[in-house]
């Protein structure tokens, strides 16, 4: 009988821990974090914090999570501001930071910790870093290519704002409504053709959902999505909105 209950209790709490798992949020994760918060622990595992914060469960440790962002977010300044005016340069004048942009944050991507049951969290990281990525480089098109259209206006913008109209309303919807619609088929034409040679490629079934999941599927075809959603928003949007006298 005892045997029994225990069975029964190993058996919850596997339950317990894939449903946070597939929630993205390991059950452990806020215990093993309040140990690194209220004792003394060597520098190593320092290293460590960004996972610990990650992994908190935000019912239960928000100030945690906020504070943990905070902290990473500080030290991230601290440690690049030396290097703030080289990567302007970089960014607007180097041909190889696109290289830069797209291999490394791809690395990152894919090099994500694993888990023992699936869970969205490594998609919806690669989704933001790519589409962060998409954006620079969309930035760096500008610059590089000098598509950027010089301001028509003097300094301070905020002396020279027009007065709320019912023409300056439409014209607003409208290149709101052109740039949406550009972005979503961008990425749903994106999307299908890198799935289609992802699954020829790996030789997968078109059908398979499941499919999705594998990380040599789930992050490249994501990558190479919000990449290019980011680089239209950035470049063709505009582009496109000089195009029809929309500026």
Same mark, same amino acid.
């Given at each position: 009988m005892g045997t029994? =209950?225990?069975?029964?209790?190993? !058996?919850? &709490?596997?339950? @317990?821990?894939? =449903?946070?798992s597939e929630a993205g949020v390991p059950a452990q994760g806020h215990e093993e974090a309040g140990d690194f918060l209220t004792s003394r622990q060597s520098p190593h595992r320092l290293l460590r914090l960004p996972q610990l914060f990650s992994s908190l469960q935000p019912e239960q440790s928000f100030m945690r999570d906020v504070l943990g962002g905070v902290l990473i977010t500080a030290f991230l300044i601290v440690l690049t501001y030396p290097a703030w005016t080289l990567i302007d340069c970089l960014d607007s004048a180097s041909p190889l930071f696109p290289v830069c942009v797209i291999v490394v944050p791809f690395f990152l991507c894919y090099n994500?910790?694993?888990? !023992?049951?699936?869970?969205?969290?490594r998609a919806d990281t690669t989704t933001?870093?790519?589409?962060?990525?998409?954006v620079t480089i969309g930035f760096w098109i500008n610059h590089f +290519?000098?598509?950027v259209s010089t301001p028509a206006t003097s300094l301070p913008v905020a002396q020279n704002i027009p007065p709320l109209t019912t023409s300056l309303i439409v014209l607003g919807l409208t290149k709101f409504t052109v740039g949406i *619609?550009?972005?979503?088929? *961008? @990425?749903?034409?994106?999307?299908? /053709?890198?799935?289609?040679v992802l699954y020829s490629w790996f030789k997968v079934v078109t059908r398979n959902k499941e499919?999705? @999941? @594998? /990380?040599?599927?789930?992050?490249?075809? &994501? +990558?190479?999505?919000?990449?290019?959603?980011g680089i239209c928003a950035t470049t063709f949007v505009p582009m496109l909105h000089r195009f029809l006298g929309l500026l």
């Open positions: 029994v =209950e225990g069975q029964v209790i190993t !058996d919850d &709490k596997d339950d @317990r821990r894939k =449903e946070s994500y910790p694993m888990s !023992d049951y699936y869970s969205p969290t933001i870093v790519a589409a962060g990525a998409g +290519f000098q598509l *619609v550009l972005i979503l088929l *961008v @990425r749903q034409l994106v999307q299908n /053709l890198s799935l289609q499919a999705r @999941r @594998r /990380l040599e599927i789930e992050v490249p075809y &994501k +990558f190479v999505t919000y990449t290019s959603v």
